[in-house]
C-alpha cells in the first residue's frame, strides 16, 4: 500500500510562525500529500495561505482556541496513513520527511519517529540540552525522582563517587529511557543513531494515523494542552515508544505568543502528569506518593535558584494531589466542563 502522510498543524495568532513552517514544509524533498491547518485564530488565515504556497495542498479547518481538540479535528479530517503533527513554531530540514519515513518503512513495528529537537539556547543558537547531568544533579534528581535528560553513562566524579556512581548508572540502565518512580520522563540512554524513549515531544513527530485514532489527545487537558503528548504516547497500541533520529535536527522557536507563564506552565504539566498517572495501568498510588515527592524536591530547588514562582506553583501541584482536589481529576469523575473552558490561557 502506497505510504500518504497529512501534515497536521495547530495554530492560533501566530502568523509569522505559521509561514516559516508553511515555507519548511514547500521546501521538503520529499512534501506531505495534504497540509491541514487547524486555525483557532482572530481573524482566520483561510483566503491567504493556499495562494502563498501554491505548491503545498492546504485544507483549512476553523475551530475554537483548545490544543488538544484542535489537533484531534485535524488528525480525523486527514487521509494520509501517517500523520506529521506540527507545532506551529516547529522548523525542519528539507529532508525531514523523508528521513522519518525512511525509517519507518524499514521498522515497520515502529509507529512513531522524531527528529532530536533543539530549542533555543539563550546565545541564538539552538541545542537539544543533552549534557551529561553533574554528579550532584544527578544526585539530586534520583533522590527526588526527577526528570533526567542527559547521558547518564558520561557523568563524572571524583574517586570517592565511583561505588554510588556506578550504582546510579545501574539504576538507570535497568529503567531505561523510560519514566522515574514519579512518572517523569527519562532520558538517560542517548548513545547510538536512533534513540527509543517511552514518551517524548510530538510536536515534530510522524505517527501511524490509525495510532492518533487509537490513543487520541485527551480533550479534558488544559486549553494550553501542557503534558498531552504524555497521554498519547501511553496509550500507542504497541510498545516501544517513540524513535528519535539523533543525527536528524529540528529547530523548535519557542514563540512566546499565547504561551503560560512558567509557573503556571509547570502547574498545568505537574497536574496533567498526576492525572495520567492515576488513569494509565502502567502506574500505581505508589507512583503519586513519588511525585509528591518530587513535586516538594523541585520546590526545594527552585527556592533555591531564587525561582519563588516557579517554588509556589510546585507547592501548590503537590497540595492539590494531596487534598484530591486536582481540577482535571475532578472533571472527569464529575463530567463537568473542561477546565480548559474554565479562563485557563490558551497556548500552543
Keep these: 500500500m502506497r505510504i500518504t502522510v497529512s501534515a497536521v498543524i495547530p495554530t492560533r495568532n501566530r502568523p509569522h510562525s505559521l509561514e516559516r513552517l508553511l515555507r519548511a514544509l514547500a521546501a521538503q524533498d520529499r512534501p506531505p500529500e495534504e497540509v ?17 504556497h501554491p505548491s503545498l ?38 529532508d525531514y520527511l523523508r528521513r522519518l519515513l525512511g525509517y519507518l518503512e524499514a521498522h515497520p513495528a515502529v509507529g512513531a519517529a522524531s527528529g532530536l529537537i533543539h530549542e533555543p539556547d539563550g546565545s541564538g ?37 565511583k561505588p554510588m556512581l556506578a550504582g546510579l548508572r545501574r539504576w538507570y540502565r535497568a529503567r531505561g529511557n523510560t519514566f522515574s518512580l514519579a512518572g517523569w520522563p527519562l532520558f538517560t540512554q542517548t548513545r547510538g543513531p536512533v534513540i527509543h524513549l517511552a514518551t517524548y515531544g510530538l510536536g515534530a513527530a510522524l505517527v501511524r494515523r490509525a495510532w492518533l ?5 485527551d480533550e479534558g ?33 519557542r514563540a512566546p505568543d499565547h504561551r503560560p507563564d512558567p509557573a503556571t ?58 487534598r484530591g482536589r486536582n481540577p482535571l481529576l475532578q472533571q472527569a469523575a464529575t463530567g463537568a466542563e473542561p477546565v480548559r473552558n474554565r479562563g485557563q490561557p490558551a497556548s500552543l
Excluded at 486555525?39 to 495562494?51: F, I, K, Y
Excluded at 485514532?213 to 489527545?217: A, D, I, K, N, Q
Excluded at 531564587?306 to 501541584?317: D, F
Aim: charged letters at 15%; glycine letters at 10%.
Design 265 to 322: 506552565a509547570y502547574y498545568q504539566r505537574s497536574l496533567a502528569l498526576h492525572y495520567f498517572l492515576r488513569r494509565s495501568r502502567r502506574f500505581s498510588r505508589a507512583h503519586t506518593g513519588f511525585l509528591v515527592w518530587s513535586l516538594l524536591g523541585n520546590a526545594l530547588l527552585f527556592h533555591l535558584h531564587g525561582a519563588r514562582a516557579l517554588a509556589r506553583a510546585s507547592l501548590r501541584a503537590a497540595a492539590a494531589i494531596l
Design 57 to 94: 495542498r492546504i485544507r483549512h479547518l476553523r475551530t475554537a482556541p483548545a490544543l488538544c481538540a484542535q489537533r484531534n479535528a485535524g488528525i480525523r479530517a486527514a487521509r494520509g496513513s501517517f500523520v506529521l503533527l506540527l507545532d506551529d513554531d516547529i522548523e525542519p530540514p528539507a
Design 213 to 217: 485514532l487509537h490513543s487520541p489527545y
Design 221 to 253: 487537558l488544559w486549553r494550553s494542552g501542557l503534558g498531552d503528548n504524555y497521554g498519547v504516547a501511553l496509550g500507542f497500541p504497541h510498545p516501544g515508544g517513540v524513535a528519535v533520529l539523533k543525527d536528524l535536527a529540528v529547530r523548535h522557536h
Design 36 to 52: 491541514i491547518v487547524v486555525d483557532a485564530s482572530d481573524p482566520p488565515a483561510a483566503g491567504t495561505l493556499q495562494a502563498q
Design 125 to 161: 543558537g539552538f541545542s537539544p540540552g543533552l549534557a551529561p547531568p553533574s554528579l550532584r544533579s544527578l544526585v539530586f534528581r534520583f533522590l527526588f525522582q526527577l526528570s533526567v535528560h542527559g547521558e547518564v553513562d558520561a557523568t563524572t566524579g571524583g574517586w570517592w563517587s
